[in-house]
């Protein structure tokens, strides 16, 4: 015999956790540690039979309503609302389950699962909510059990003839939900980018670049495209998107390339590409470097090599594109020299020094070449995304004292260098590597790949692709680090079952919905629910539940204590001084000269000689954070 207040219990918490799990990883520490308490506490006081007192749960539901109410601003509309609904729902999961209460769990859970759709809406937002409208389903009619008995008692064959009873329902809802999928129009990408458009997307890849722009460059994973394509050497993977070719200032920037050039493309393997870039705002189409030709859109190119799209990327596309694998662009009525021989406007006298140098050793391009190459080899430079230099002396710091930077810096400070010595230059910005993925055949390319190299104008040869990153003694080191083993096929199996989502999206035609719909009722009507499908159906839902909730947990668990003191940190000075983006786009040297506040100054200067300089903060250091956090903390 089963009692259907277990029953209805059971199902409740699992509504509760399919609703807070895809939130997690956008919500405030408060809700975060409140929920799972709740969670415990509630099943302990389910078991006892003793709960908070309904006053007392109705004062901290107005305290929290109110306390969130008060962030609630026009910039800011989906993040106190998400933490609030969580909230609210862990106060729930410790009251008392009456009817009405689990009435109100589900439509918090409903709302939760809602709320994480304005920060992502992948094809894992279908994983919870198939099996949330099927436990919602299922429990309403338990609940209606519960509400004439609450003490009802009731055999094993009698709860699968009530649980096959409410399983039929969402099934019978199956023809309905397929008619509203195609007359229905879908969006491809979360709400709240639309709300939030300035600023709403980080992408490693940029339009311009300025050297000495920031001291770190932040690793950002989300996915920038996935390509079809036969595997390649890694020394291939690079990616074109967009050339630099002038200066504003210290910025390069991309103009027309001057009227009158003409380039082609010499022999090498030629590989097509399918791409299925995430939707942004950049209308530069990226492939495999050197692209010849890019179809299934509406395009514009240039000579040298850059497609644009000529519609905004605001919905999901794919196109084809056909590379050639060649390291130079050769061109028939030469270029304009001018053009690509101007340089910013601050030059260090060591850096012109340095530039007559090669031009007086130099007696060729490719000896120029070469001879700046071997200087970076024997000043002995590395790669790296953080301590770098920054202002507007940046290159010279970066050539003559630190040594140390990313790609930026490696193909800025050389293209200058080579436009002193009198060898026209330009910039090159895309991406560099990806992860093949076996199950699906393809590559997956992150924002954090974003890669910028240059291409140096040889006499007799044309443009040659130069990537000074290259001459950085731990450049290969540092391309080689990723995840390995269960971690990482894990991750491949998530980004595979996305991939499969976005091509089905993006290739549903009306004829292939019709002809879904016609299989799916054909199916439906030799489908019979027996007692084991009922356990079955029951334990993939348990697993499906539970898995995420267990990865996102692990993963956020596997943070080094450096990066959640720094955390700590943002957080505290954002609602302290009131700062709505602080940590998105500022680096904490900039943050402490924008504050005036010696302990904020104290913080950023202890933390950046630490971690800023590739190492580990000391326990003493860490002690001293924690006191610095404390006394940030009083008024």
Not at 103 to 109: G, K
Request: aromatic share 12%; net charge positive.
């Amino acid at each position: 015999m089963v009692r259907i207040r277990t029953v209805l219990h059971i199902l409740t918490y699992c509504i509760a956790l399919l609703g807070f799990s895809p939130l997690f990883s956008y919500l405030e520490p408060a809700a975060k540690m409140l929920f799972p308490v709740a969670f415990v506490a509630g099943l302990a006081a389910d078991r006892r039979g003793r709960y908070l007192p309904a006053p007392v749960t109705t004062a901290a539901s107005l305290i929290f309503f109110g306390y969130y109410a008060l962030q609630l601003n026009r910039d800011n509309p989906v993040a106190p609302a998400a933490n609030l609904i969580i909230i609210l729902l862990a106060v729930r999961l410790f009251s008392e389950k009456s009817g009405r209460n689990c009435l109100q769990i589900f439509v918090l859970s409903l709302f939760a699962l809602a709320a994480s759709s304005l920060y992502n809406l992948s094809a894992v937002f279908l994983v919870y909510l198939v099996p949330l409208l099927i436990l919602l389903s299922v429990s309403l009619v338990i609940l209606a059990f519960y509400a004439k008995d609450s003490t009802m008692v009731i055999s094993r064959p009698g709860l699968n003839k009530v649980l096959t009873v409410a399983l039929v329902m969402p099934a019978a809802t199956i023809p309905l939900m397929l008619v509203f999928f195609i007359i229905l129009p879908r969006t491809q990408y979360p709400l709240w980018n639309f709300l939030n458009m300035p600023g709403s997307r980080i992408t490693g890849f940029s339009e311009t670049v300025q050297p000495g722009a920031s001291a770190s460059v932040g690793e950002v994973k989300t996915v920038a495209f996935r390509v079809e394509s036969e595997r390649l050497p890694i020394n291939r993977l690079y990616w074109r998107g967009i050339v630099l070719n002038s200066l504003d200032g210290d910025i390069w920037v991309r103009k027309a390339p001057p009227a009158g050039e003409s380039t082609y493309l010499e022999n090498g393997p030629v590989i097509s590409q399918t791409i299925y870039p995430e939707p942004g705002r950049s209308r530069y189409l990226i492939a495999l470097n050197i692209p010849r030709q890019i179809s299934g859109l509406r395009i514009s190119s240039s000579e040298d090599h850059v497609f644009t799209s000529l519609s905004e990327a605001r919905q999901r596309i794919k196109y084809e594109a056909v590379s050639v694998l060649s390291e130079t662009i050769a061109t028939s009525k030469g270029i304009a020299r001018e053009f690509y021989l101007r340089v910013p406007g601050r030059v260090s006298a060591r850096m012109l020094e340095t530039a007559r140098d090669l031009l007086l050793r130099g007696k060729s391009d490719e000896e120029k070449l070469a001879l700046l190459e071997d200087f970076y080899i024997k000043n002995r430079f590395s790669y790296t995304t953080i301590g770098l230099p920054i202002g507007p002396d940046s290159l010279d710091a970066f050539l003559f004292e630190t040594h140390r930077g990313h790609c930026e810096l490696f193909a800025t400070s050389a293209a200058t260098m080579l436009r002193l010595a009198g060898v026209p230059t330009r910039l090159v910005g895309g991406y560099l590597g990806g992860v093949y993925n076996t199950m699906g055949g393809y590559y997956t390319v992150t924002e954090d790949m974003a890669h910028v190299w240059l291409e140096a104008y040889v006499s007799d040869r044309g443009w040659v692709m130069v990537d000074p990153s290259k001459w950085g003694v731990n450049f290969a080191a540092a391309g080689a680090a990723g995840e390995k083993g269960m971690i990482k096929r894990f991750r491949m199996y998530l980004d595979a079952f996305g991939y499969y989502w976005n091509r089905a999206v993006i290739t549903y035609d009306l004829e292939k919905q019709i002809q879904l719909v016609s299989t799916a009722n054909h199916k439906l009507r030799l489908f019979r629910v027996t007692p084991g499908f009922i356990t079955w159906a029951f334990a993939l839902v348990t697993a499906i539940t539970l898995l995420p909730a267990a990865y996102i947990l692990i993963r956020r668990g596997r943070r080094s204590r450096e990066e959640k003191i720094v955390e700590q940190f943002l957080k505290l000075v954002r609602k302290r001084y009131r700062l709505a983006k602080v940590g998105s786009t500022t680096g904490l040297y900039e943050l402490a000269r924008e504050i005036d506040d010696p302990r904020v100054h104290s913080f950023v200067s202890l933390y950046g000689g630490a971690v800023y300089h590739d190492r580990r903060l000391t326990p003493a250091e860490f002690k001293e954070l924690r006191q610095i956090l404390k006394a940030l903390k009083k008024r």
